[in-house]
């Protein structure tokens, strides 16, 4: 008896990747592979830049990439790796931003920091990148300890909070959004690594602003701070969020003709024509509105919440770069005649000085 055997169908084709405006895939946007501990809520931020450059379809070769020192400075090399970057000194790196800034006006910055990095040793640097509204992305991987230097208690924990040997905080926290706001940031956010959708319509909401964007991000320190006791673990965000409103972003690029209702969203025109829409929750939170932001940031100390969503957010205020009435072409790149005053001018000069 003859047996017939039907031919196995070939498997089918693999579903094509996604690709962004310019053609790209998600994976282009990587940097290296983490070296960080498993769990740890910087691995998370770090997913989520990925995808929100990916998304807006930036071009990485006008990225530059900042950071200071810790666990969370070394993020920057685990996205975007095939943009510009630099890894400064403990603290200091605002101060490495403003240079590359101000030498290259086409590049779009961002900086990632930690809660030590910026509340204690760089605080200095912090607040006057603030005042000066510089364009650039300054996120803040906020675990409420020096990781990399084994768990101390940096400036961002809480009073009462515990580290894992009992140790109590004593000491009030720093809050970096209610300092941002009264300094001058214009873009000022507070959100949570496990949060994955409201930190992705922030993320690229920063990434469409043409000013200094500061989003504070809890991120559980999985080996030193994720313990019964301490407020900056994956429980107690669990517990203790409260988002703001719902955050959602429509890209230029998108039909931004997308229905919403103006009695309870607010719609915010960003610089590159891309809208941050703000659906309101029982709070009727105003991100335009700088005091009511700071009154109730204020109020909410000692309630064991942690708001989050864009606390502040102002896209017409002239950023530092407008002010300072540069030209449109980067600095680095103008010949020396149209950088060196000329000897008539110099001389002149000398003549005033006699
Ligand atoms: C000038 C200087 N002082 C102190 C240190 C030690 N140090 C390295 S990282 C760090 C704190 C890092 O904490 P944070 O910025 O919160 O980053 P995390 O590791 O928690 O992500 C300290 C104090 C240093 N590297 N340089
Ligand atoms: S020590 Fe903490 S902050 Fe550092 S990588 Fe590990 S979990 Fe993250
Ligand atoms: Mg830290």
């Known amino acids: 008896m003859s047996t ?31 070296t960080l501990c498993a769990g740890c809520g910087h691995n998370a931020i770090t997913e989520r830049i990925i995808d929100a450059f990916f998304e807006m379809g930036v071009d990485q070769y006008n ?23 630099f890894n400064g000194v403990h603290g200091r790196m605002p101060a490495l931003a403003t240079g590359a800034a101000l030498a290259n006006r086409t ?26 509204n510089l364009p650039m992305i300054y996120i803040i991987e906020n675990n409420g300890v020096y990781g990399l230097t084994k768990g101390q208690f940096s400036a961002t924990a809480d009073l009462g909070s515990k580290l894992k040997t009992g140790v ?45 964007s500061m989003i504070d991000i809890i991120s559980p320190c999985t080996t030193f701070n994720d313990h019964t006791g301490s407020t900056k673990s994956y429980g107690w965000m669990k517990d203790h969020e409260e988002p703001i409103h719902e955050v959602g972003f429509v890209p230029f690029f998108d039909d931004i003709s997308v229905e919403y209702d103006e009695g309870t969203t607010t719609d915010v025109r960003m610089h590159d024509g891309s809208h941050l829409r703000l659906k309101k929750l029982d709070r009727g939170w105003d991100a335009t509105n700088r005091v009511a932001a700071l009154t109730a940031l204020f109020e909410s100390v000692g309630k064991d919440e942690v708001l989050t969503g864009v606390l502040y957010v102002n896209p017409d205020k002239p950023n530092f770069i407008d002010m300072l009435n540069l030209v449109d072409e980067p600095l680095w790149n103008l010949p020396l005649e149209r950088t060196r005053p000329p000897k008539e ?7 005033e000085l006699r």
């Open 107 to 132: 590049l779009l910055n961002i900086g990632v920091s930690g809660d030590g990095d910026t509340a204690s040793i760089g605080m200095g640097q912090f607040i006057h990148l603030m005042r000066r």
């Open 63 to 85: 990225v530059a990439k900042f950071s200071g020192i810790g666990c969370s400075s070394k993020a920057p090399a685990y996205f975007l790796g095939q943009s510009h970057g």
């Open 345 to 351: 001018v110099l001389d002149t000069v000398m003549e």
């Open 4 to 34: 017939t055997t039907t031919p196995t169908p070939p498997p089918p084709a693999p579903a094509p990747k996604k690709q962004n405006r310019l053609g790209l895939e998600l994976a282009v946007y990587r940097g290296s592979k983490t």
């Open 168 to 212: 109590v905080n004593d000491l009030p926290p720093i809050d970096t959004c209610a300092l941002a706001i009264e300094l001058g940031a214009t873009f000022v956010a507070r959100s949570f690594s496990g949060d994955k959708a409201q930190l992705a319509g922030i993320m690229k909401a920063a990434i469409a602003h043409n000013g200094l």
